[in-house]
C-alpha cells in the first residue's frame, strides 16, 4: 500500500502548529509521511523580530531550530528548499531543487510587508518581517550612530540620529520600543548625549495601536510621550528618499532610518499558484481552511496567507492567534479525512493582545476584560510565550527562551530590571563553594568516625556511635521499637541532628538546657531545631518509603555516602546547579524530620546562591557541562544543519 503523502509548505507558526498536530495524531499510521518545506533551516519567532532589530537579544535567540523542533518526530521530513509552482491536477509541489507529490496540500508561507506602492520604501526603507529584516536594521542602526557620532554638521548629524518608525500597529510600537531602550547604550558607546537621538512614530491614522481597547491605547500614547517619542499622526507617508521622507501635507522629516511596519500582504512567492486571491494577495479558503476552487484536490490555506471572512468583509487577522488556529483547522481536517471523522469549522477564539514598549513596560487586553500595563503586561507576554513552547513540546527552547530573555541579557533589559540577569563574574562564588562542599564532607565523616573513631586510623571508623551501628537514628517508631525503644531513638536522632547539622560539639552538651532561638551558635546555649515534631503526614510518607529497620540503615548508610559525594561535586565544581538544588532539598527534609537546627538554616541560602553557575569558574563544569549539551543534544536532537532533504 503506497504511503500518503502530506506536504506542508513554510515553518511559520501556522505550518509548526499544523506539522506538530498531524505528526502526533498520525504517529501510529505507518503509511503516512509529512513533509515539511520551508526556504530556512529553522522557525522564526516572529513576534521578536524587535528586539533583535533593538538590539536586546542576539540574532539566534529568535532561530529556532527545525531538527530540535522535530526531531523526534519520525514521521515528519524535513526539506530546505523554496517552493516555485504547484501542478494542482498531477498534484505535485516543484521546488527549486525538486518535487513532491502531495495527497494532501498546506500552504503556510506567510505574508510579507506591504508597502502601497509608496514609492521610495524598496531602495530606501527598512521592513521587519524576517530574521534577515531585523538584523539589516541591527546593523544599519549600530553604523549610522557610529557615524553621526563623529559627523560635525550639525543638520546632517541630526538626520543621521532621527529614527523613524512608520506604522503604529504591534510591530511598530513594539520596535519603537526596543529603540527608546537602546538608545542609552547606543550614546553611551559612541559618546553621544542621548538627547541627540529622536525617535519618531508616523501614522496614517489619527490614533495609535487600534486593535487596542481605546483606554490601553491611551496609556502607551502616554508612556511613548514620557519616553520623548515624537508621535506624528494622520500623516500618510507619500515618499521615501535616502536623507529624508515626505508627508502627504508636504513636509518633510530629514531621516536616513525609516523602518516601514505599515501593513502585511500575503506573500508574492504564492502569487503564480493559480489559486484564488483576494485583497493583499492572500489567498481564499473556505471555512474548513480548503483552497476556494480546489476543495477536490485537498489544498488547503493558513496562517497569514489565508483570505477567509470570519464576518462579512473581516478576513481572519494576520495575527500569531490565527495563525495557529488556522494551522490546527487544516490539519484537524487532514487527520479526519485520513482516519475518518467530521470536518472541523474555523472559529477564532481571539483570547486578547499584548504589545511590548521596550523590555519593561506594556500593555495587554486578555479576554476583553482583563487590562493590564506596565510589567504585568510583560510578565503576562512572557508566560504566552513559553505556553508556545510548551504547545509546541519543545522543553529545550523554553530553557533557551529563559536564558535569552531572563538570565543572559545586557543593561537591565529585562521585566526584572536585570535583577535576574548573570552577567556578573563567578569567580568570587569559589570559595564559598568549596567552603560548602567541606561543610558537607565534615558532615557526613562525622557519621563515619562515630564515637571513638580517629580519621587517620580507618579501622577505628564505622563504630559505636556512626550511621553504620545499631538502629536508624531517623526519629519515627516501627514495629521493631518498643515505646522506651523509640525515646532512646529520639534522643540519640537528636545527636545524631546536632552532627550532621554542624551544631557543634557545646551545642550537643547543652542538651538539657532550654533551646533557644538563633541564626548562629551563642556559646553555652542550647540552639532551637527548626521543627520540634515530625508533621504526621511526613512521618507517615517516610514509614511507608522504611517500613523496618534494615530498609531505614540501607538508607541511612546511603546517605552517608551520598553526602560525600555531593560534598565531592561542590568542591570539584561538578554539577553545581542540580547539586546545589539536591542540598536544599536534603535540608528541607532534615528540617521536616525534626534533625536541623536554625543556626544552620544558612545551607539554604548558600545553595541557591551557588546555583549561578559557580561550577564554571575553576570548576569542572566548564568543560563537563558544555561537553553534556553538545553529546546528548546530537543524541536526542540529532546534527542541526544549513539544509535539510539533501543526502
Known sequence: MAKKSI???????????????????????????????DRHSYHTMMTELHE????????????????????????????????????????????????YSFDYLILGMGGEPNDFGTPGVKEHGFTLWSFEDSVRIREHIEKTVAKAAIEPD??????????????SGFTGIEMIGELIDWKERLAEDYKLDPSEITLKVVEAMPTILNMLDRNDAAKAERYLKQKNVELVLNAPIVEVAEDHIKLK??????????????????TSDA???????ARGFRLVANEYMEAKGYEDKNIYIIGDLVFYEEFPNTPTPQIVQAAEQTGHTAASNIVAAIKGGEKHKFKGNYQGFMVSIGAKWGVANLFNKIHLSGFLAIIMKHIVNLKYFFDIRSGYYMFQYLMHEIFHIKDDRTVARGHTSRYGNV?????????????????????????????????????????FQGNSVFPWTWEYQTVADAASGASEAADAASAASGAGDAAGAAATQAAHFGLSYAYGEQPMVVIEKSPDWFTKVMQFIMPNNDVAMF?????????????????AGLFTWLVNATT?????????????YWVNIWFIPVAFALMNGSGRAVGLDRWVIPWLQRTLGKWWYGTPRSLYGKK
Open 249 to 266: 501635507d508636504g513636509s518633510t522629516i530629514p531621516t536616513y532610518t525609516l523602518i516601514w511596519t505599515a501593513g502585511v500582504k500575503g
Open 7 to 37: 506536504v506542508v509548505v513554510g515553518a511559520g507558526y501556522a505550518g509548526v502548529s499544523a506539522t506538530k498536530y498531524m505528526a502526533k495524531k498520525l504517529k501510529k499510521d505507518n503509511d503516512v509521511e509529512i513533509t515539511l518545506i
Open 427 to 467: 569567580l568570587w562564588s569559589v570559595p564559598l563553594r568549596i567552603f560548602y562542599g567541606l561543610v558537607w564532607f565534615v558532615e557526613a565523616f562525622k557519621k563515619i568516625l562515630g564515637t571513638n573513631g580517629e580519621v587517620f586510623k580507618p579501622g577505628t571508623w564505622f563504630g559505636e556511635g556512626s550511621w
Open 584 to 596: 536544599i532539598v536534603l535540608v528541607l527534609t532534615f528540617c521536616m524530620s525534626g534533625m536541623f
Open 154 to 167: 550639525a543638520a546632517l548629524r541630526k538626520a543621521m540620529l532621527t529614527f523613524v518608525v512608520c506604522g
Open 555 to 571: 538508607f541511612q548508610k546511603f546517605m552517608v555516602f551520598f553526602e560525600i559525594a555531593l560534598a565531592l561535586a561542590l568542591m
Open 52 to 99: 533583535v532589530a533593538g538590539g536586546r537579544v542576539e540574532p539566534t535567540a529568535i532561530q529556532y531550530d527545525l531538527q530540535r523542533l522535530f526531531s523526534r518526530k519520525k514521521n515528519v521530513r524535513l526539506v530546505t528548499d523554496t517552493v516555485t509552482a504547484i501542478d494542482k491536477e498531477k498534484k505535485v509541489v516543484q521546488t527549486k531543487q525538486g518535487s
Open 271 to 277: 502569487a503564480d499558484f493559480g489559486l484564488e486571491t
